[in-house]
C-alpha cells in the first residue's frame, strides 16, 4: 500500500516536470521545490531538536528518588512502555507540522535572499523601502517561528519534569529541582529575548498598520506607540536577563516581578499612555497635529499605485450644445464604439458560431488594428471549443482526439454595424478571411479549451484532428493534425501510465489513438499557464487575444503587489476589480498597498508557449524576482512591433487605480483630513437596481483635452461619495490613461501610461451616468419609442453608456439593441442616445443624433454605415433644438417637388412597414424595410442637392 502512495506521489511530480520542462520554465520548478525543501528541513530540524532536547534534558535530569503521589505514579506506569516512542515521535510529529509551515514561506524567504533597494526611504526611520517589502516579513515571519519553537519547548519541559517528578507541587509550594530550574529559567529567557526583539521590531509595524485616519504612523504612533514599544523591548530584555539569573542563583523573585512589570509596563506604556495622548491631545486638533502625518501617508499611497505622476487638468465643462462644437472633435466621434462588447456575444454566436461545438465568451475584448493605415478600434473573440455541444456525441475520442481545438479569431469594426444592426465583421469566416492578413487560426489553447487532448500523429498517418466544418471536394469536413511543441510527449509506456493516473482515465494508457508521437496538452487557459510558470505574479482577470505576427497570440498583464508598503493605504483587489463585466474572485494576496504592472505575457494560442516580458524595469519587486528565477523574463526589447502594437493599458490596474484615487486626487492634507472632496466610482446605470455594481472602464480611441491627437485609451468616471448617503449624481472627475504602447516599429510610446484626470467645477453641474440614464428613461417620447421597440416578441437592451470629454464638455453615447424573444434571436443595433448637458437625442444613428444636438458635424461618424435620420414622421425626444419638425421639401421646381411628394409617401410608408416588422419581430422584413427608408431619403437628399 505504501508504494502505491510513494508511485502516486512521484507520479504527479513527474507530470509537473515533464510541463514545465516542454514549456521550458522548469527551472521555475525546481527552483521552487528546492527553496521549498531546503525550508521544511530547516523547519523540521528547527522545531525537532529543540524539543528533543528539551524532552530530553527534562527526563534526564529528573531526580532518580523523587517521592512522586499515586496519582503520577498511575501516569508513569501508562506512559513509561511507550516513552521511547514519545520521546522521538512527538518532535518528530512537531518537525512535520513546523517544516510545512516553514515550507509555505519559500517565497518570503527567497525575497529576503535576493532584496533588490529601492532607493526611496521611508519618512520615519529613515530606512530604505526595501526593508519594509523584503526584511521586516522575513524577519517578523522568523521571530514568530523561533517564538513558537522556544514555547513549545518550555510547555514540553513543563510537562516532563513534572512527570518525573522534578516539579512538584505541594499544597500552596511549588518546588522544582535545580536541574529544572536551570532549564525553565534559560528557556524562559530565550522565549523573553526573543520577545523583547519582537517588540522592537514591532516599531516598523506602525508604518503598514491602518487607523481610524490613515495608514502609517501617525502622531500617537510617532509620540507614543514608537517610543513605548523601544521602552518594552527594553524591559523585555531586562527581564529575559533576570530569568539568567534565576538559572544562577535560584531565586525566582526578580523574574517573577520583572514579568509583572512587564505585564504592566505593556498596559500602561503600550495601551494607556497611547489612548491618553489620542483622546486628549490628538482630538482636540487632530487637524493640525496629523497634517505632516497625512501628507505622508498620501505621497507614498500615491507612490504605491503609481499614481505620483498624474496629470491633473481643470476642465470647464460646458453643459449646453453649441452647434460645430464637435467639429474640432470629429476623429474622436468617428472613433466612438457603438459596439458593446458585453452584449454583442449573442450576435456573433449567431453570426460566427456555425456549429454547436464551438462558443464565443460573454464579454468580448476591444483591440485595435491598422487598417487602410488607420488605427481600428475592433471587438473580438476567438472562435473556442464547447464539447457540450457534442450531445450524445461527447465519447472520449470525439472530447480528446478529435475535437482538440477552436479556430480562428473574429472581429468587427467597434464604429460600424449594417443597416439592420448586425456587427460589421473585418475578420469572419471558417477558413478566416478579412483585413487581418494570414495567420495560424488553430486555437489549442484557449480561455474554454478541454481539460485535456491528446494531438499529434506521425508524418503521414491520415489526421484525425476535427479543423473546421467544411472540406475540398465535396468533403464535410477539413481535418488536420497538431505539428507544434504543445506539450509532453507520451512516447513510452511509463508516460502514458503517469497521465493515466493524473486523469483518471484508463483510455490514454490503452486506446489505439495515442502513439509515440502524440503529445497530451493540459492546463490551457492562458491566465493558468502564465500563473504557473510565473507563481509570484497576481494576473489580471482578463486575457485578451491578438493576432501578432502571423499567429493568435493572448496577451495577459502580470502584477507585483506587496501589502508591506509603509504609509500606503490598503485596497481589497478583489473588491476593486469587480464591476458588472467581472465578477469578485479570490486572489492569494488580496488586501495589497502596493501594485505594478511590471510584466506583460503572452501565449500562444497555437502552441502554448508562454513568454514574459519586463515592462516595468524600475519595479523592485520584479528585480528581485529575476535574480530568484533568473532567464525567465525576456527584456521588453525582445518583443516585436506587432506585439506593442497590441499590448494595452491593464484594466484591473486602472480600477485599482481609480479606486484610490477617489479620495487620493486630494493632496492636501487639510482637505483630505475634512473629507470633504471625496469620490467614487458610479454605479453602472444598466446594473439591476437591487445588486448594483460598479461601472466597468472602457477602451476607446480618442483625444484628451490635453491631447494633441486621438490614442487608444481606458477611461471611467467620478461622482461624489457620499459615505453611505445618497449620493448626487453629477460629474466630478474623469479619469483616462493612454492604453497606446507603441507603434509596429516597437518603440513604446512615451504617452503610454499617463494618466490624465479631469476635475470639473464644484459650482457647476454636469450629469452622472446615473442622471443620464435616468432622463433617457424618463423621457415621454424615448419612453413611447423604447414601448414601441419592445411590442411583440422582442426586448430592449441598454448598452454601456460612453462618457467622452468632446464639445467642451461631456458627451454621452448609449447604443440601443432589441432582441427577438423567440429562438434563434440575438441583440440588433437600432437606435443610439445622446445626450450633452440637460439635451438628448434619441435616433437612428449616432451621426443623426449628434447632428441634431449640435446642429450639424462633417463627418462625425462616418463609420455608422446605418444611414436613417429622422424625417419628421419619427419624432425625437423635443428637447434638441430642429428635432421633431418636417422638413421644407419645396425647391421652386414644380417636376423636383412633385418627385420629392412622391418620394416622400415612400418613405412614410417603409417607416409604417418598418414599425409593423419591428412589433412582429420580423428583424428581415425590418431591414428591408430600413434599407427602403434609407435609400428613399438620400434620394430625396439628391434633388435637394445636399
Not at 514608537?226 to 529575559?240: E, F, K, N, Q, Y
Not at 469572419?428 to 480561455?447: A, C, H, N, Q, W
Not at 510610446?749 to 464644484?762: C, F, V
Not at 430642429?882 to 421652386?892: A, Q, R, V
Request: proline residues 6%; aromatic residues 10%.
Amino acid at each position: 500500500m505504501g508504494l502505491v502512495v510513494v508511485f502516486f506521489i512521484v507520479a504527479g511530480f513527474y507530470a509537473d516536470v515533464l510541463w514545465f520542462d516542454q514549456l521550458g520554465f522548469l527551472s521555475v520548478l525546481t527552483t521552487q521545490w528546492l527553496a521549498a525543501g531546503v525550508l521544511f528541513l530547516v523547519g523540521f530540524l528547527a522545531m525537532a531538536v529543540p524539543v528533543w532536547v528539551s524532552i530530553q534534558l527534562a527526563y534526564r535530569l529528573r531526580p532518580i528518588y523523587a517521592k512522586l503521589n499515586s496519582q503520577l505514579d498511575r501516569y508513569q506506569q501508562v506512559i513509561e512502555p511507550l516513552r521511547r516512542l514519545a520521546m522521538w515521535g512527538l518532535p518528530a510529529l512537531l518537525g512535520l507540522f513546523a517544516g510545512v509551515a516553514a515550507a509555505t514561506r519559500w517565497q518570503t524567504t527567497l525575497m529576503w535572499l535576493n532584496r533588490t533597494e529601492v532607493g526611496r526611504v521611508d519618512p520615519q526611520f529613515h530606512f530604505d523601502v526595501s526593508f519594509f517589502l523584503f526584511d521586516l516579513p522575513f524577519f517578523q515571519s522568523a521571530l514568530g517561528f523561533a517564538s513558537a519553537v522556544v514555547l513549545i519547548c518550555a510547555l514540553v519541559t513543563v510537562a516532563t519534569s513534572y512527570l518525573y517528578g522534578s516539579l512538584r507541587v505541594s499544597g500552596r509550594e511549588v518546588l522544582i529541582s535545580k536541574a529544572a530550574r536551570v532549564q525553565i529559567a534559560i528557556t524562559a529567557s530565550i522565549y523573553l529575548l526573543l520577545q523583547a526583539i519582537s517588540i522592537w521590531f514591532d516599531q516598523y509595524s506602525t508604518l503598514t498598520d491602518t487607523n481610524d485616519l490613515i495608514t502609517g504612523a501617525g502622531y500617537t504612533d510617532v509620540n507614543a506607540t514608537i517610543p513605548g514599544r523601544a521602552i518594552l523591548a527594553g524591559i523585555a530584555a531586562v527581564v529575559a536577563i533576570l530569568f539568567l539569573v534565576t538559572a544562577i542563583i535560584g531565586r525566582w523573585r526578580l523574574p517573577v516581578i520583572g514579568t509583572v512589570l512587564l505585564i504592566v509596563s505593556s498596559l500602561l506604556i503600550g495601551s494607556l499612555y497611547p489612548w491618553v495622548v489620542q483622546r486628549f491631545q490628538v482630538d482636540p486638533s487632530a487637524k493640525t497635529l496629523e497634517s505632516e502625518y497625512i501628507q505622508r501617508n498620501i505621497d507614498l499611497t500615491r507612490d504605491a499605485y503609481d499614481l505620483s505622476k498624474i496629470d491633473v487638468v481643470p476642465y470647464n465643462a460646458t453643459t449646453t450644445a453649441e452647434p460645430g462644437a464637435l467639429r474640432a472633435d470629429a476623429e474622436t466621434t468617428a472613433n466612438i464604439r457603438i459596439l458593446d462588447p458585453a452584449i454583442v456575444s449573442d450576435a456573433f454566436s449567431q453570426l460566427e458560431q456555425f456549429k454547436q461545438y464551438y462558443q464565443f465568451p460573454s464579454n468580448l475584448d476591444v483591440d485595435r488594428y491598422t487598417i487602410d493605415g488607420k488605427s481600428q478600434d475592433t471587438v473580438v473573440a476567438v472562435r473556442d471549443l464547447k464539447l457540450e455541444g457534442l450531445n450524445a456525441g461527447n465519447t472520449w475520442v470525439n472530447s480528446t482526439v478529435v475535437y482538440t481545438h477552436g479556430y480562428g479569431v473574429v472581429a468587427a469594426y467597434g464604429n460600424q454595424r449594417t443597416v439592420d444592426g448586425q456587427p460589421v465583421f473585418l475578420e469572419s469566416g471558417i477558413p478566416s478571411v478579412g483585413s487581418l492578413g494570414k495567420y495560424e487560426p488553430r486555437v489549442y489553447f484557449g480561455e474554454t479549451s478541454p481539460p485535456y487532448s491528446i494531438v499529434g500523429a506521425p508524418k503521414g498517418s491520415k489526421p484525425v484532428e476535427l479543423d473546421y466544418p467544411s472540406g475540398t471536394d465535396g468533403a464535410q469536413q477539413t481535418y488536420t493534425t497538431f505539428t507544434g511543441n504543445g506539450g509532453p510527449k507520451l512516447d513510452n509506456v511509463f508516460k502514458k501510465l503517469i497521465y493515466a493516473l493524473k486523469f483518471q482515465s484508463e483510455q490514454i494508457f490503452l486506446s489505439d489513438s495515442v502513439n509515440n508521437d502524440s503529445q497530451i496538452i493540459y492546463d490551457r487557459d492562458p491566465i493558468e499557464r502564465v500563473k504557473k510558470v510565473a507563481p509570484y505574479l497576481t494576473l489580471d482577470s482578463d486575457a485578451y487575444p491578438s493576432v501578432v505576427d502571423g499567429k493568435i497570440k493572448w496577451i495577459v498583464d502580470g502584477y507585483t503587489t506587496s501589502s508591506s508598503y509603509p504609509y500606503s493605504t490598503p485596497i481589497g483587489l478583489s473588491a476593486a476589480t469587480a464591476d458588472t463585466e467581472n465578477p469578485a474572485q479570490p486572489y492569494a494576496l488580496d488586501q495589497i498597498n502596493y501594485m505594478r504592472n511590471s510584466v506583460k505575457a503572452t501565449v500562444d494560442a497555437y502552441d502554448g508557449s508562454v513568454t514574459l516580458y519586463a515592462w516595468d524595469t524600475e519595479d523592485p519587486i520584479l528585480k528581485t524576482w529575476e535574480k530568484i528565477f533568473p532567464s525567465t523574463v525576456k527584456p521588453m526589447s525582445d518583443m516585436s512591433g506587432d506585439l506593442m502594437s497590441h499590448v494595452r493599458y491593464p484594466a484591473d490596474m486602472f480600477k485599482v487605480q481609480r479606486a484610490m484615487l477617489g479620495q487620493y486626487h486630494v493632496t492636501d492634507p487639510g482637505s483630505f483630513y475634512s473629507h470633504d472632496d471625496a469620490w467614487t466610482t458610479p454605479n453602472d446605470p444598466v446594473s439591476p437596481p437591487a445588486s448594483p455594481t460598479l461601472q466597468p472602464p472602457y477602451f476607446l480611441t480618442m483625444q484628451m483635452p490635453d491631447q494633441k491627437e486621438p490614442a487608444f485609451s481606458i477611461y471611467s468616471t467620478f461622482i461624489p461619495d457620499a459615505s453611505g448617503a445618497t449620493s448626487r449624481n453629477v460629474l466630478t472627475g474623469y479619469l483616462s490613461a493612454n492604453a497606446d504602447a507603441g507603434s509596429t516599429k516597437g518603440e513604446r510610446s512615451a504617452d503610454y501610461g499617463k494618466l490624465t484626470l479631469l476635475t470639473l467645477p464644484k459650482d457647476d453641474t454636469v450629469p452622472g451616468p446615473g442622471q443620464v440614464q435616468a432622463k433617457f428613461n424618463a423621457d415621454p417620447v424615448v419612453s413611447t419609442q423604447l414601448n414601441l421597440l419592445k411590442q411583440g416578441q422582442s426586448k430592449v437592451l441598454n448598452g454601456n453608456l460612453l462618457t467622452l470629454p468632446v464639445g467642451g464638455g461631456l458627451l454621452y453615447v448609449q447604443p440601443v439593441y432589441v432582441q427577438s424573444t423567440g429562438g434563434g434571436g440575438y441583440p440588433l443595433l437600432q437606435k443610439v442616445l445622446v445626450a450633452f448637458g440637460d439635451q438628448i437625442a434619441f435616433e437612428d444613428t449616432l451621426d443623426t443624433a449628434l447632428n441634431v444636438l449640435f446642429g450639424g458635424v462633417s463627418g462625425a461618424n462616418a463609420g455608422d454605415t446605418k444611414v436613417a435620420p429622422s424625417t419628421g414622421t419619427t419624432p425625437g425626444t423635443g428637447t434638441a433644438p430642429g428635432n421633431g419638425t418636417t422638413p421644407d421639401t419645396s425647391t421652386g421646381n414644380p417636376a423636383t417637388d412633385a418627385e420629392l411628394r412622391s418620394l416622400l409617401e415612400v418613405a412614410k410608408q417603409a417607416m409604417t412597414e418598418k414599425q409593423a416588422a419591428l412589433a412582429s419581430g420580423d428583424f428581415a422584413a425590418y431591414g428591408a424595410a430600413d434599407k427602403k427608408l434609407s435609400d428613399t431619403i438620400a434620394k430625396m437628399l439628391a434633388l435637394l442637392g445636399q
